[in-house]
């Protein structure tokens, strides 16, 4: 049960990770990003993690991509243009294909062989990272630090973004 | 339960399908994407060691991420939405000005 789960939304998370590089309308690619991070969704799930699972629909599915949506549909650029530059040769295309498959081959290769570790199937080691209590407590305290400079990152990128996608004339308003 | 290295594999295709993405695609919102996609594949193998070992550190640094991604998504798209309004192109090719 557990592995015909695993397989069906690894299937489900690389095929729509394929087709959001496959995709020559943005939107659609969104769309597939989207479904490609329900099936890793459903993999933090297999992986007693529901916790990580629901902030990943939540945050990313959920505030992320729509944020994307936002500038695909503000943008309003369907295509892309097919013309490479004048500076490329023909072969450019080709030769970046061939070395992203050279680094999947050695990505797969290196990780397969780790060996076959399996996880620990006790109950109670699943139910001790499971639990959102657990998982506040060591990130109120163990990474309280880290914790609050995420908010200034954000604070920072917030400030950010607006002041870059904001000014409309140079110099500012 | 599938043992811990069927996960690593996954998320290294999941990593090269991203990496392949930003190589190939001429598209910024397009290898905007790939980019995420990468972030994923890594949180992936976050979580699964995070189960492995028994902690929930994995989970934390996973939340960490994603927090990143949020921010690295807000300026990246602002740098898009100001980049297109200067040139009228998604096309990476076009801004090359800083290019040596």
Do not use: C
Not at chain 1, 74 to 82: C, I, K, P, V, W
């Amino acid at each position: 049960m557990d592995v015909v789960s695993f397989y069906i939304f690894a299937a489900i998370a690389v095929l729509s990770s394929i087709g959001v590089i496959g995709q020559r309308n943005p939107m659609h690619s969104v769309m597939l990003l989207i479904v490609s991070f329900g099936g890793l969704a459903g993999l933090y799930i297999l992986l007693d993690a529901p916790f990580t699972a629901v902030t990943q629909i939540i945050i990313y599915a959920g505030a992320i991509m729509v944020l994307f949506l936002f500038v695909v549909m503000l943008l309003n650029a369907h295509t892309e243009d097919d013309s490479l530059p004048a500076g490329l040769g023909p072969h450019a295309l080709r030769f970046g294909a061939l070395l992203s498959a050279l680094l999947a081959v050695e990505v797969v290769w290196g990780l397969s062989r780790v060996g076959v570790t399996g996880f620990n199937s006790d109950p109670g080691a699943a139910s001790a990272i499971s639990s959102v209590a657990a998982i506040g407590q060591t990130l109120f305290t163990q990474y309280s630090f880290a914790f609050e400079v995420t908010s200034i990152l954000i604070l920072v990128s917030m400030v950010g973004a607006v002041i870059i996608a904001g000014s409309r004339t140079r110099g500012g308003r | 339960m599938v043992p811990l290295n069927y996960y690593l594999v996954l998320s290294g295709v999941l990593f090269s399908i991203g990496t392949a993405g930003v190589f190939l695609r001429r598209n910024l919102i397009t290898v905007l994407l790939s980019v995420e996609i990468m972030l994923n594949a890594v949180n992936l193998t976050f979580v699964a060691a995070g189960r492995y070992h028994g902690t929930v550190d994995g989970q934390i640094i996973t939340f960490f991420v994603m927090t990143v991604a949020a921010a690295e998504a807000a300026v990246g798209l602002a740098l898009v939405i100001a980049l297109f309004r200067h040139r009228e192109t998604l096309s990476p090719d076009a801004y090359t000005s800083l290019k040596w």
